[in-house]
């Protein structure tokens, strides 16, 4: 079975620029998540989705991140106009969100994509 | 707001020794604590998961204890090897569905 999948691994851009990531959660899983990984830390929620809605956004940057996940499948999550400080590492996460996986609620992470922003 | 700290911040012990990494909470009403591991450049590697009814998960070389009451978590390694290397980070999740709260993590060194 594919993991989650994420793309690009590695971004580097100016500020100001756009940028965007692209998370394709493992096959079947209702519930996604991107996270923010700063340096030395650990990884921060973004935006949480149960299929196609967005039922926590409330750490999400709204002036400038956004994200989508249309057809309740794969995820995008955007900055624009990127800042210095958001150089960090982006996690996606899915989860499947089914009856019979309560007792675990295991969450599967994707590799990220370290963005480094000039 | 759940707070998760984790002691040490980093570690380094030589190949065989038995290694404790601690990690506490601030907010006792959890759903589950999960131990993740993660090597750099990587994402992250569930190691071990403990429900909030349990006190502790074992899984080879690793065994988790979960103490509710006092907000903390133990991950024990025995006999650690050089491939142990990678930071080790403790989360937890307020219910079902929820978001982790992730601790900063132990970047754990084992010397050959």
């Known amino acids: 079975e594919a993991g989650v999948v994420q793309s690009p691994r590695y971004k580097i851009i100016e500020k100001k620029q756009p940028v965007a990531f692209w998370c394709n959660p493992i096959?079947?899983?209702?519930?996604l998540y991107w996270y923010r990984q700063n340096l030395g830390q650990g990884p921060e929620l973004l935006i949480r989705?149960?299929?196609?809605?967005?039922?926590?956004d409330s750490q999400l940057p709204k002036d400038r991140f956004s994200a989508e996940r249309l057809k309740g499948v794969d995820s995008t999550l955007k900055i624009q106009p990127a800042e210095l400080g958001d150089s960090a590492v982006y996690l996606c996460?899915?989860?499947?969100?089914?009856?019979?996986?309560?007792?675990?609620?295991?969450?599967?992470f994707g590799p990220g994509t370290r963005l480094t922003v000039l | 707001k759940q707070e998760v700290t984790q002691i040490p911040a980093a570690l380094s012990v030589p190949e065989g020794e038995n290694l404790v990494l601690n990690c506490s909470f601030t907010?006792?009403?959890?759903?589950?604590l999960q131990w993740f591991r993660q090597d750099p450049g990587k994402g992250l590697t569930s190691l071990l998961l403990?429900?909030?009814?349990?006190r502790e998960q074992t899984s080879g070389r690793l065994n988790a204890s979960l103490d509710k009451s006092s907000g903390r978590s133990t991950l024990y390694i025995a006999a650690s090897q050089p491939g142990d290397s990678a930071t080790y980070l403790c989360?937890?999740?307020?219910?079902?569905?929820?978001?982790?709260?992730f601790g900063p993590g132990t970047r754990l060194s084992v010397l050959p």
């Open positions: 403990i429900q909030s009814s349990q």
């Open positions: 907010d006792s009403a959890i759903y589950n």
């Open positions: 996460a899915s989860s499947s969100g089914v009856e019979w996986d309560k007792y675990t609620d295991t969450q599967y």
């Open positions: 096959s079947g899983h209702n519930t």
């Open positions: 989360a937890v999740k307020r219910g079902y569905g929820q978001n982790f709260v």
């Open positions: 989705y149960e299929n196609e809605e967005a039922v926590d």
